[in-house]
């Protein structure tokens, strides 16, 4: 057995063509605090010194306090300087999901509804869970998600977690999984 070894995430960094129309939506519509604004340092964006940033100098790179010490990022790329991502593309991230309690749920739902955004929900996505989908100005889908009966303690991970057989048996449909695979995966599942 393998115990998760991450807290959660230090931040997801996501990308823009406008930084204040972004702040304006996780900010004002979100509720999430702009807490870091900065520019890339010079010589950080191109050659060699460049770990991995965007490849322009001095992009804006501001960080927004998604809650229990977690961050959303945004890099401001130059207008027209890259395509608009498809969500379903393979190395595209499909949507971010976020989980809130039932008085954060209301509130983003309401809020969505007051501002004519368009939205998906609430919709039941497992036994127990609510979701909420809509797009941010970036075209990033994103949802809000709550367990209503559990109040202030969402439990994700309790939540989604199967029983051992069902996860070998989907182990088991995959082209090319042995026995020994299976037998692997299985062996590194989390207790439960």
Same mark, same amino acid.
């Given at each position: 057995?393998?115990?998760?070894?991450? &807290?959660?995430?230090?931040?997801?960094a996501?990308?823009?063509?406008? %930084?204040?129309?972004?702040?304006? #939506?996780?900010?004002?519509?979100?509720?999430?605090?702009?807490?870091? @604004?900065?520019?890339?340092?010079?010589?950080?964006?191109?050659?060699? @010194?460049?770990?991995?940033?965007?490849?322009y100098?001095?992009?804006?790179?501001?960080?927004?306090? %998604?809650g229990?010490?977690?961050?959303?990022?945004?890099?401001?790329?130059?207008?027209? @300087?890259?395509?608009?991502?498809?969500?379903?593309?393979?190395?595209?991230?499909?949507?971010?999901?976020?989980?809130?309690?039932?008085?954060? #749920?209301?509130?983003?739902?309401?809020?969505?509804?007051?501002?004519?955004?368009?939205?998906?929900?609430?919709?039941?996505?497992l036994?127990?869970?609510?979701?909420?989908? #809509? !797009?941010?100005?970036?075209? !990033?889908?994103?949802?809000?998600?709550?367990?209503?009966?559990?109040?202030?303690?969402?439990?994700?991970?309790?939540?989604?977690?199967?029983?051992?057989?069902?996860?070998? &048996?989907?182990?088991?449909?995959?082209?090319?999984?042995?026995?020994?695979?299976?037998?692997? &995966? %299985?062996? @590194?599942?989390?207790?439960?």
């Open positions: 057995m393998v115990d998760s070894f991450t &807290r959660g995430i230090h931040h997801l996501l990308n823009t063509e406008d %930084m204040k129309k972004t702040i304006d #939506f996780w900010v004002d519509v979100l509720g999430m605090p702009l807490v870091h @604004a900065m520019r890339v340092p010079k010589g950080l964006g191109v050659g060699p @010194a460049n770990r991995g940033n965007p490849p100098e001095e992009v804006r790179h501001y960080f927004f306090d %998604m229990n010490d977690s961050l959303v990022a945004f890099f401001e790329m130059p207008v027209g @300087a890259e395509p608009q991502g498809q969500r379903n593309s393979l190395g595209s991230m499909q949507h971010v999901s976020f989980v809130v309690p039932p008085d954060r #749920f209301a509130q983003i739902e309401a809020t969505l509804k007051a501002r004519d955004i368009p939205h998906i929900g609430p919709l039941p996505q036994p127990g869970l609510l979701g909420i989908y #809509f !797009i941010d100005p970036n075209g !990033i889908r994103v949802e809000f998600c709550c367990q209503p009966e559990n109040g202030d303690e969402q439990r994700v991970i309790d939540l989604v977690r199967q029983s051992r057989s069902q996860v070998q &048996r989907e182990l088991e449909s995959l082209p090319g999984a042995t026995p020994e695979w299976v037998e692997h &995966r %299985m062996a @590194a599942m989390l207790p439960g």
